[in-house]
């Protein structure tokens, strides 16, 4: 195992990958590890649990199990040490319930406190995190529909992401899913795949449901065939004939699920609800230097706040193209142009 791969925690550099053949679910335990030749994070198989991942589980005593010889040595190839409370997270819902219990007050609790991101972590989350994992956990944290403060997201939010191969990646985003309502999936799927970008009308960040449907399905499955054959989400080349596994249940979901019923009624009182009981930290500004300016808009302070607002805005929406990450520029130069953009629009009031 590379070092690149290891984790302060045994368990989390393995993950339990469940596939559906025959139509059952089946399970195996995988790990992920660094592709120096293509310096990139892949998996491999670990052990094999078949369709029932419990046959590994044997009772030594009423309150005592032990794990099979032939998966504990599997693991233990794979970690380099005692494998017992690696297995009981990877195979903690096929434990029996009384050792749960048992073993529940022994887990290891997650600290209230999230750690400073190192520097290298920074620079892999700059290098590694997709725009598409980033919408997804943006909506799961805020339910937003508008998401563009995108890039506010505390880059401590993307640390259980990091040293992972795609495939892990979305295992871990499937566990999130689950937090999800019913009626969120089709609102949730709209936001992931950006699709209002593909619609010109001004309700459409708020009120999906109100816009074409066709068109709707139509973009959709674009967008869906696009991220299917991005070689940068995968970290691999990849074909187009069909569709990748873990997209699957995107397209099933959209096409079973219905935006969630609301009557303007409610969208009142729950908008005026949120504008005169939401509080929220002021957010912290970043500091922009006159070069920086000039370089991000063509022009100088003095000269940015000598145009009207009409200009400053037709001048920003340019320059925003230019430097908005969907379009290839650096998050850290958007969050400045749209600093100083907001700035001098409310200056000009």
């Keep these: 195992m590379d070092g690149a791969a290891r984790h302060v925690y045994p368990g989390e550099k393995m993950y339990l990958a469940t596939l559906r053949k025959k139509g059952r679910l089946s399970y195996t335990i995988r790990a992920s590890f660094f592709d120096k030749a293509e310096a990139v994070y892949r998996y491999r198989e670990v052990f094999d649990l078949g369709f029932d991942p419990a046959r590994y589980i044997h009772r030594l005593a009423e309150n005592a199990i032990y794990f099979d010889e032939s998966l504990e040595e599997a693991v233990a190839g794979e970690y380099g040490g005692e494998p017992t409370a690696v297995l009981e997270e990877l195979l903690w819902d096929f434990l029996p319930e009384e050792e749960r219990r048992i073993i529940g007050g022994f887990r290891r609790r997650p600290s209230g406190r999230l750690s ?30 508008d998401q563009s403060r995108i890039y506010r997201l505390n880059d401590k939010m993307y640390r259980p992401l990091l040293r992972k191969s795609r495939d892990e990646k979305e295992y871990y985003f499937q566990s999130l899913e689950k937090s999800l309502r019913p009626a969120e999936m089709k609102k949730y799927i709209f936001v992931i795949f950006n699709l209002q970008q593909n619609f010109d009308e001004i309700y459409r960040a708020f009120m999906p449901e109100a ?139």
């Excluded at 991101?117 to 805020?142: A, C, M, Q, V």
């Excluded at 409610?266 to 957010?283: C, I, L, Q, T």
């Design 211 to 349: 816009l074409n449907r066709q068109r709707m399905d139509e973009v959709f499955v674009e967008e869906l065939c696009r991220l299917n054959r991005d070689g940068g989400f995968w970290q691999t080349t990849v074909g187009d004939d069909f569709l990748h596994p873990h997209l699957r249940h995107y397209l099933i979901y959209f096409f079973d699920y219905s935006f969630e019923s609301r009557s303007f009624d409610y969208d009142f009182y729950r908008e005026f609800r949120a504008g005169h009981r939401k509080f929220s930290w002021p957010e912290k500004k970043v500091k922009v230097t006159e070069d920086e300016v000039r370089a991000l808009f063509g022009q100088t302070m003095t000269e940015l706040k000598k145009m009207s607002r009409s200009e400053l805005g037709r001048l920003f929406r340019k320059k925003a193209k230019a430097h908005h990450p969907d379009g290839g520029g650096e998050a850290a130069n958007f969050i400045k142009l749209r600093q100083v953009y907001e700035n001098l629009k409310s200056r000009s009031r």
């Design 116 to 145: 400073a991101l190192s520097l290298e972590e920074r620079r892999e989350i700059e290098r590694t995190i997709h725009i598409f994992d980033r919408r997804r956990l943006y909506f799961i944290r805020y339910g937003a529909v």
